[in-house]
T-cell receptor, first 115, second 110 residues
Framework: DAGITQSPRHKVTETGTPVTLRCHQT?????MYWYRQDPGHGLRLIHY???????DKGEVSDGYSVSRSKTEDFLLTLESATSSQTSVYFC??????????????FGPGTRLTVT | RKEVEQDPGPFNVPEGATVAFNCTYS??????FFWYRQDCRKEPKLLMS???SGNEDGRFTAQLNRASQYISLLIRDSKLSDSATYLC???????????FGAGTRLFVKA
């Protein structure tokens, strides 16, 4: 158990509204990630963070922003939700070792439906 | 072409069978390789890392073929509880970005 929680776990929202998803970790990991998972596409990286206030874009970052003001919290914001952002969102942390690379551990996910 | 590709399946096998999945990757700079397991409506969970020399964890064996750029997962003596989606993942080493395959679905039936 990597001590990762996500909130909310489920959300239904209307097109055009802003939405913020929260990821909280308890083990002081430096690297945090937001992915979305859709049928046929697998997990796709939205944004990631390599420290407080240090973030960068992933492959599907359009329409999303992130913030990390504390080590333990990584927020994902949909500025103006669209139906194409209906998805399951996973937060993850990674543990890096020289011989095994970056192992990732995931939170339980947030199911977001945009109507 | 996707950077990491898997046969989506589903693979339907009886209990006790041996089943193998392959995963191909296109970036030759890839250095770290993993298999994850994902149960229905749950988060992916790390199953095992894949080492160059191959590695085994109980009934699970993972192998890496750098020349042909694929990794494999072999499950022996399949159990009903092995039914899940198996995701392969590739990292370029030291970097932050891990690329995941879309997953292979396995159903083990009694």
């Amino acid at each position: 158990d990597a001590g990762i929680t996500q909130s909310p776990r489920h959300k239904v929202t209307e097109t055009g509204t802003p939405v913020t998803l929260r990821c909280h970790q308890t083990e002081n990991h430096r690297y945090m990630y937001w992915y979305r998972q859709d049928p046929g596409h697998g997990l796709r990286l939205i944004h990631y963070s390599y420290g407080v206030k240090d973030t960068d874009k992933g492959e599907v970052s359009d329409g999303y922003s992130v913030s990390r003001s504390k080590t333990e919290d990584f927020l994902l914001t949909l500025e103006s939700a669209t139906s194409s952002q209906t998805s399951v969102y996973f937060c993850a942390i990674s543990e890096h070792t020289k011989d095994q690379g970056a192992k990732q551990y995931f939170g339980p996910g947030t199911r977001l439906t945009v109507t | 072409r996707k950077e990491v590709e898997q046969d989506p399946g589903p693979f339907n096998v009886p209990e006790g069978a041996t089943v193998a999945f392959n995963c191909t990757y296109s970036n030759s700079a890839s250095q770290s390789f993993f298999w994850y397991r994902q149960d229905c409506r749950k988060e992916p969970k790390l199953l095992m890392s894949v080492y160059s020399s191959g590695n085994e964890d109980g009934r699970f064996t993972a192998q890496l073929n750098r020349a042909s750029q694929y990794i494999s997962l072999l499950i022996r003596d399949s159990k009903l509880s092995d039914s899940a989606t198996y995701l392969c993942a590739v990292n370029r080493g030291g970097g932050f970005k891990t690329i995941f395959g879309a997953g292979t679905r396995l159903f083990v039936k009694a």
